[in-house]
């Protein structure tokens, strides 16, 4: 079965501070992983997702996730939070193809809250 | 583009009630997934669809739930004898191919059940 954590409910950053928004996943296999914003009352919006390849994704927004398969994690970071990335965060993983199922599976979520 | 639309934004329902949502994915993709986020948590995966088959209703709580894409593109998530404990949100999301694509997500449905 495949797992992600999400191990912090909310982050708290100034404006103009670098961020990081932690996550670690469980699969038997390889993964895909993906990080997902939600703003109130909208639906998930994607940001960036690691397949394969080079470990450091660049994604929308200036978000830039790190995949780090010995450690199991894939935190996302922004070099200098802007007020506007305030909102929830969501890790998802998926198991490469061999699992029929192609679901993704969520973590809990992490709260940004950035600060002027 | 249009992305994923879901209809209707909101419902309200009393127990007992039988309830549709509808989900319109995006144009060409012929992925498409249910989903079901409650208050406070992150997304819960209830169905997938390849096509017009469904690929994989692992997700699917109990009998009471079942979904439908007959024409390989709209869908539908029908749910029988509603219970207050199936007040969440409803997000239904879709992608080009399943594999390595991310998925697309609609606004949901927000569905109260009294």
């Known amino acids: 079965a495949q797992s992600v954590a999400q191990p912090e409910d909310q982050v708290n950053v100034a404006e103009g501070n670098p961020l990081t928004v932690k996550c670690t996943y469980s699969v038997s296999g390889n993964p895909y992983l993906f990080w997902y914003v939600q703003y109130p009352n909208r639906g998930l919006q994607f940001l960036l997702k690691y397949i394969t390849g080079d470990n450091l994704v660049k994604g929308s927004y200036g978000f830039e996730a790190e995949f780090n398969k010995s450690q199991t994690s894939f935190h996302l970071k922004k070099p200098s939070a802007l007020v506007s990335d305030s909102a929830l965060y969501f890790c998802a993983v998926r198991e490469r193809p061999g699992n029929a199922g192609n679901m993704l599976t969520f973590g809990g979520g992490t709260r940004l809250m950035v600060k002027p | 583009g249009a992305g994923v639309s879901q209809t209707p934004s909101n419902k309200v329902t009393e127990k007992g009630k039988y309830v549709e949502l509808r989900c319109d994915p995006i144009s060409g993709h012929t992925a498409l997934y249910w989903y079901r986020q409650s208050l406070g948590q992150g997304p819960e995966f209830l169905i997938y669809f390849q096509g017009t088959g469904a690929a994989d209703d692992s997700g699917l709580p109990n009998d009471r739930f079942f979904a439908v894409r007959p024409e390989g593109s709209v869908s539908t998530l029908k749910i029988q004898r509603t219970e207050r404990g199936d007040s969440a949100v409803y997000l239904c999301?879709?992608?080009?191919?399943?594999?390595?694509?991310?998925?697309?997500f609609g606004p949901g449905t927000r569905l109260t059940v009294l």
């Open positions: 999301a879709s992608s080009l191919f399943a594999q390595t694509d991310e998925q697309f």
